[in-house]
């Protein structure tokens, strides 16, 4: 009895001491491997459970261990996971928090290039990946702006149709108004012509009347206007008749040089005298411009001095135009 109660009881233990390492292995620990701990800090995630997958490349190389809140930093949520001690994470490497349709919840590694590594214990940069609904607001969260913004201005457009609406139908409206006023202006014109044309007639019939009432006299205005035609060109006539012949009377009396214009006309005494002084005015002016000092000076020189000087002045210009011409030569 007692073997077989001491069998009963190895039993039992190995078979608890099975149970629980295969519920470890279930879980995914491996019992021939070793792993290393880590922590990581998320603000949410996301339904993630312990024992949920840690994974590099898509190749799971751990697992989740521990999930703890962290009250006293604002309820962040410390992940531990169990990474196989082969993987080398440096400081770079981030905690993708993920989900994936049909497997659930995991975290990726993103392994870095930086040459420095963590040890175990180390936290690691924390991020969380878009899911698919994410994904979809953000994509649809554009459209539905500008679903928006489009059915905003088709509302502005309905409301400026239905004003030009009202105000097409005020016009038709009007427009339907405008033919009766039509109607009635034109029968006051038609009035208005009809009084017009009759007044028209008599101004035509008295006009005729006047004018037939008015040929004698302007038959007699006629014969007025060329009775006084040659009334004045005889006057004119006469006075020209007389204004030829005092012409002729003076023009004979110059012709004889019996007075003073007739000497004029006749003798060339006087054209003579007056180029005379002509001649003399235009010396007298050169003189003064080429030696203005014999008539402007404090003490106007003396005849004599001023001959002498012109003198000077000729034999000045003779020797001038000497050396010129021997220059030319």
Do not use: C, W
Request: hydrophobic share 40%; proline share 2%; charged share 25%.
């Amino acid at each position: 009895m007692k073997n077989k109660e001491i069998l009963v009881g190895i039993f039992a233990a190995v078979a608890i001491v099975t149970l629980y390492f295969g519920i470890k292995f279930m879980k995914g620990s491996d019992f021939f491997s070793t792993s290393s701990k880590y922590y990581i800090l998320y603000n949410n995630v996301n339904s993630l459970a312990v024992s949920n997958p840690v994974q590099v490349n898509g190749f799971s190389v751990g697992r989740v261990s521990d999930i703890k809140i962290l009250p006293t930093k604002n309820h962040t949520v410390l992940v531990e996971i169990d990474v196989d001690s082969n993987i080398k994470i440096s400081k770079s490497t981030k905690a993708i928090l993920t989900s994936v349709i049909l497997e659930g919840k995991s975290i990726i590694l993103a392994l870095g290039n930086d040459t420095t590594m963590l040890i175990p214990g180390d936290t690691l940069q924390s991020e969380v990946a878009k899911g698919m609904l994410d994904m979809v607001q953000e994509t649809t969260k554009p459209v539905a702006n500008d679903v928006q913004t489009s059915l905003a201005k088709f509302n502005v457009a309905i409301d400026e149709m239905t004003v030009v609406a009202k105000r097409l139908d005020s016009i038709f409206k009007d427009l339907q108004k405008t033919p009766d006023i039509l109607n009635g202006t034109l029968r006051n014109v038609n009035g208005k012509i009809n009084a017009l044309s009759g007044s028209f007639n008599e101004v035509a019939t008295n006009l005729n009347t006047t004018l037939i009432e008015l040929r004698p006299t302007l038959k007699n205005f006629n014969t007025l206007s060329d009775s006084l035609k040659r009334i004045q060109l005889n006057k004119t006539m006469l006075k020209t008749q007389q204004t030829l012949t005092s012409l002729n009377e003076t023009l004979g009396h110059l012709k004889k040089g019996n007075n003073t214009m007739g000497k004029l006309f006749t003798e060339d005494t006087l054209y003579v005298n007056l180029n005379r002084l002509l001649l003399r005015t235009d010396s007298l002016i050169h003189h003064l411009n080429e030696n203005p000092k014999h008539f402007l000076g404090p003490l106007a020189k003396s005849r004599k001095k001023v001959q002498r000087d012109l003198k000077k002045q000729e034999e000045e210009k003779k020797k001038a135009k000497a050396a010129v011409a021997a220059n030319n030569e």
